[in-house]
T-cell receptor, first 115, second 114 residues
Framework: AQSVAQPEDQVNVAEGNPLTVKCTYSVSGNPYLFWYVQYPNRGLQFLLK??????LVKGSYGFEAEFNKSQTSFHLKKPSALVSDSALYFC?????????????FGKGTTLSVSS | DTEVTQTPKHLVMGMTNKKSLKCEQH?????MYWYKQKAKKPPELMFVYSYEKLSINESVPSRFSPECPNSSLLNLHLHALQPEDSALYLC?????????????FGQGTRLTVV
């Protein structure tokens, strides 16, 4: 079964500092990985995805993610955090054993950026 | 337009009521989804529609009944719900069921069952 793990329930960073939100995956075959962000009482917003190609993926709002096959990781990064980045972040994977199965989400990581 | 619109935004219903949640997208997407999300938890898949046909039902109780009247609309009919069904219900759509397609989510309907 495909799965993703987010080892940190919460990440705290100061505004202006770089941030990293961690995600590791377990899939059979090629991984198709996604990051979403959720602000309070809102739906999920798509940030970026890795399908194939360059290991560094750039996405919305200045976020990027680094795919590392040997470490089975797909960590979300941003060079300089903003207070407005405070939200709940989900890593997700598509189930590629059954094409078209919906996204499988990690448990989520709450990012708190202090001013 | 990358918008998925859900109505209503909030809904309070009694356990004997019948209500419906609505979802609409005009991106030409052919796959649509219902998710249930409890506070601070990841979304849990309920149903998947592909080309207006139900393709996945994740063992959801029959008190939840999905309907896809056309390629732009997705409904979730609710009947005889329990208080534990209170949650944020999210609709999403994607271009198709392809393995590399991202899903776009609506803002959700906050459902409270009393």
């Amino acid at each position: 079964a495909q799965s993703v793990a987010q080892p940190e329930d919460q990440v705290n960073v100061a505004e202006g500092n770089p941030l990293t939100v961690k995600c590791t995956y377990s899939v059979s075959g090629n991984p198709y990985l996604f990051w979403y962000v959720q602000y309070p009482n809102r739906g999920l917003q798509f940030l970026l995805k890795y399908i194939t190609g360059d290991n560094l993926v750039k996405g919305s709002y200045g976020f990027e993610a680094e795919f590392n096959k040997s470490q089975t990781s797909f960590h979300l990064k941003k060079p300089s955090a903003l207070v407005s980045d405070s939200a709940l972040y989900f890593c997700a994977v598509r189930d590629n054993n059954q094409a078209g199965t919906a996204l499988i989400f990690g448990k989520g990581t709450t990012l708190s950026v202090s001013s | 337009d990358t918008e998925v619109t859900q109505t209503p935004k909030h809904l309070v219903m009694g356990m004997t009521n019948k209500k419906s949640l609505k979802c609409e997208q005009h991106m030409g997407h052919r796959a649509m989804y219902w998710y249930k999300q409890k506070a601070k938890k990841p979304p849990e898949l309920m149903f998947v529609y592909s080309y207006e046909k139900l393709s996945i039902n994740e063992s959801v109780p029959s008190r939840f009944s999905p309907e896809c009247p056309n390629s732009s609309l997705l409904n979730l009919h609710l009947h005889a719900l329990q208080p534990e069904d209170s949650a944020l219900y999210l609709c999403a759509s994607s271009q198709d069921r392809g393995i590399d397609t991202e899903a776009f989510f609506g803002q959700g309907t906050r459902l409270t069952v009393v």
